[in-house]
C-alpha cells in the first residue's frame, strides 16, 4: 500500500551539489525511521543517511561533514544534501522506510559523479 519515490540522480562532476528527493505514495502511515542507502555492483547496499522520529539523524563514515538528510513531514517527502561530490559517490540510492515491522523501498536513483 505504500510507495516511495525518488528522484533528482543526475550526472555531476566532482566538488559539485545535488539533492535528492522522496515521495511516499499510498497509506499516510508516518515511517519511521526513514533513510537513504546506496549500492555498487559487487558491494552490499550501505547506509548513507537516516533520520529517526525524533529527527535525531545517523550518516555513514563516508558523507559525514558533505550530506544532510531531513524530511517534510506534510508533503511526505524526504530529502538528501549532497555536497562536495566524490567520484566515489557514484551509486544507484535508494529511499528506505519503516513501520512497525514492515520495510518499503524505492526503485533507485542513479548518481553518476565523474570528471
Known amino acids: 500500500q505504500v510507495r516511495l519515490v525518488e528522484s533528482g540522480g543526475a550526472l555531476m562532476q566532482p566538488g559539485e551539489s545535488l539533492r535528492l528527493s522522496c515521495v511516499q505514495f499510498?497509506?499516510?502511515?508516518?515511517?519511521?525511521?526513514m533513510g537513504w542507502y546506496r549500492e555498487v555492483p559487487g558491494k552490499e547496499r550501505e547506509l548513507v543517511a537516516e533520520?529517526?522520529?525524533?529527527?535525531?539523524?545517523t550518516y555513514g563514515d563516508a558523507v559525514k561533514g558533505r550530506f544532510s538528510i531531513w524530511k517534510d513531514n506534510g508533503k511526505k517527502t524526504l530529502y538528501l544534501q549532497m555536497n562536495s561530490l566524490k567520484p566515489d559517490d557514484t551509486a544507484v540510492y535508494y529511499c528506505?522506510?519503516?513501520?512497525?515491522?514492515?520495510?518499503?523501498w524505492g526503485q533507485g536513483t542513479q548518481v553518476t559523479v565523474s570528471s
Open positions: 533520520i529517526s522520529a525524533g529527527s535525531g539523524t
Open positions: 528506505r522506510g519503516q513501520w512497525s515491522n514492515h520495510v518499503w
Open positions: 499510498g497509506s499516510n502511515l508516518g515511517l519511521n525511521p
